[in-house]
């Protein structure tokens, strides 16, 4: 029965490997070994490069042996493994999450899946057929557009972003340096709890070692970060979705006011399609709108009523009872 099973491993180690030799460029055995063990399949470097050994004998597989690490495709022609492949449909899919979702997936799963990215991408590319074409095309069909002036994304410093996802994906405390918004760098065991991207800027919300409230860092003002093998047990009563909701990201602190103002039908319009909340109420008058709104009263709820100027008058905000 060991031998059995041995077997059994030995075939799907080679499996899950010729699913991750991409063929438009070369990987390396660690590379590759990364990769398993992102997924979650732990074998020795040595093991892998065997492996990888047997597969280039027996199978349409070019290894690169001028410099070590060897490096590892399918050939050009290569009509490949005959395992499951991903459609056009998947592989439009996926390209466009890659694009999209590589900031709200963790850093391990991103790298576990490179295989299927780059096999999505081959699928895609310019010596697929006509499927692969109509998908590339709509790659550049389609396109996320911002609502403000367009910012470059801050610079995140290397291991960052990694070791904070990690730490958040399998709920491991984390050690942070940290330089606030004032320049004073501190150092601190935080409880990881949820990740959000706000425009071109990433924020974690956690709780620092020993308080119960919750602060958001700007993953860019971290210097330095790195997972704790130690787990915590995720607090129950935090919801991300409650913690946007009352306004954090917006610099709020869960007020909610009742929002009333006048302003110009060319400036408004938008708001009668895209409302400030489900009871908005809107008066038409001769040239300009009256509405009212419940909302969380935040920073950003102020600079966006600045941003209209003269366009908007009687400004009105009426304080609620505070929900339990």
């Known amino acids: ?16 490997l010729l699913r991750r030799i991409p063929r438009g460029r070369m990987v390396s055995a660690p590379e590759l070994h990364a990769q398993l063990s992102s997924a979650g399949i732990e074998r020795d470097l040595r093991t892998i490069q065997r492996q990888l050994e047997m597969l280039s004998e027996h199978f349409e597989i070019e290894r690169d042996e001028r410099s070590k690490p060897y490096g590892y ?33 963790p850093a391990s799963l991103m790298k576990s899946m490179d295989g299927f ?18 998908g590339r095309e709509w790659l550049s069909k389609v396109r996320v557009v911002s609502t403000t002036q367009p910012l470059l994304p801050p610079r995140i410093r290397p291991g960052v972003f990694e070791a904070v996802s990690n730490a958040l994906y399998g709920n491991f405390w984390l050690d942070v340096d940290y330089n606030n918004a004032a320049g004073k760098r501190k150092h601190a065991r935080v409880m990881p709890l949820g990740l959000a991207q706000q425009g071109a800027r990433l924020y974690l919300v956690c709780r620092y070692e020993g308080y119960d409230n919750e602060r958001t ?55 009668l399609e895209s409302q400030l909340s489900a009871d908005q109420q809107v008066t038409a008058l001769e040239t300009e709108f009256e509405i009212s709104a419940t909302v969380v009263q935040t920073a950003q709820l102020e600079w966006w009523l600045r941003g209209f100027g003269e366009q908007i008058r009687a400004i009105r905000r009426d304080a609620l009872p505070t929900r339990h």
């Open 73 to 105: 495709r399918w050939k050009e022609r290569a009509s490949g493994l005959a395992l499951p492949v991903l459609s056009e449909q998947e592989s439009l899919m996926l390209a466009l999450a890659e694009q999209h979702l590589r900031h709200l997936l």
């Open 217 to 271: 860092l700007a993953l860019h003002r971290i210097a330095a970060a790195q997972a704790s093998p130690h787990t915590f047990d995720r607090p129950r009563e935090f919801d991300l979705g409650k913690y946007d909701a009352d306004g954090r990201f917006g610099f709020g602190d869960g007020t909610r006011i009742r929002l009333t103002f006048r302003i110009d039908k060319d400036a408004g319009l938008h708001l």
């Open 117 to 134: 990215f780059q096999q999505a991408r081959t699928n895609l590319g310019a010596d697929a057929g006509a499927g692969g074409r109509r």
């Open 1 to 16: 029965m060991p031998k059995r099973s041995d077997t059994i491993e030995t075939v799907l180690l080679a499996l899950e």
